[in-house]
């Protein structure tokens, strides 16, 4: 089965840790059925910008946020070679035996499965994707370790979760790296999610193949919150 | 007979002004026939950006630069509300009589006709799809008042050409607000193409109109500089 794996546009503004990462990911693409979905970062920066500056309306920033996650799967292309770029959802299926990127924006115009606000980033759209495709796994490579009790940046106190479940995202209404709308597709889909750095690209290596490591599990069933 | 007017990305900085000339064009286009294609703007600087910084390859850029101009065209269409957005060269010849919105992704990305490279900007692209839509004229909606002797910004004593001939543009090898590929584009297609201020919207009008102005006429044709 095939393992979705968002790659946070954060991520690329350290060039040779993305580099890196790609590289990992090629070689974890040998032997594991790996798709690709890009972020948005500093192309989605941009979007947001003049969305405030403009006063654009949400669907409208909706549609430039996606055409910034095409932008930055583009760029991952450009530095993973080899991969497939995949336009649709059968692309993908087709593809998911080599190393696809899923460029989103066809996908989501034609279904547009998701509310219009900025609540939904690429993490829901990835969780989306993965669900289409049936994946096993969802996983977010973002520039932090997992989900946190609270900030590590400012609190030294902050744990890491080893687990926590949709519901306790929700229902705790927790500031974290996810967006507000994954935990609702999550439990909807039934799709279990991963939230693991991308600057370690072995960590990821571990999700995939169910290692214990440094990251956060997020189950769609209700379950204890463990650190 | 349809004009093409493109509408330079620089001409966000100011919201005002390009708020003010979006409205204009609502209102020329009910006694014009106005075809608007985007420009690049902030959106093909952040890929510039990332071109730098990842050393990315010239066909990426140019495709992640063409998806700048459909998210500015996203923005335009948020501020010009009746506008109707064109994906393809049928659209845009099918709503000629209102107003449409050229995304040129789709367009560009099965045709590919122009050379990937920096010197082919959204310039040359809105000179390639007037051609292709047989334009009477196409129209740079700039954010200076045209070609000039020499920078401006720069020398006191520069003039302004009232025109100027795309061979003498190619010879010269000025430097100017345009691409260095339009001249080229120009000649190929006999195409005439005026570079006027969008800060001032009445002379978009004036160049319509067929009425004299502060603004710059490249002529496809060899003809004598006229300051």
Redesign the interface.
Known sequence: MVSVIKIGGSL?ED?SS?VRLCQKLVFLSKKHEVTIVPGGG??A???R??YD??R??DD?AH??AI??M??YG??L???MGEAILAYDLDDALQYKRGLSIILPSKIMFSLDPLEHSWNVTSDSISAFIASSLKAEKLILAKDVDGIFTSDPMKDSKAKIFKRISAKNLLKENMKSCIDGFLPRILIEKQLTCYVVSGKHPERIESVLEGRRDLYTEITPYPSRALL
């Open positions: 690329a060039r993305l500093g192309f920066d941009t979007v910008y003049f500056k403009f654009l309306s409208i549609k430039m055409l910034a095409d932008q583009l760029l292309k450009d530095i």
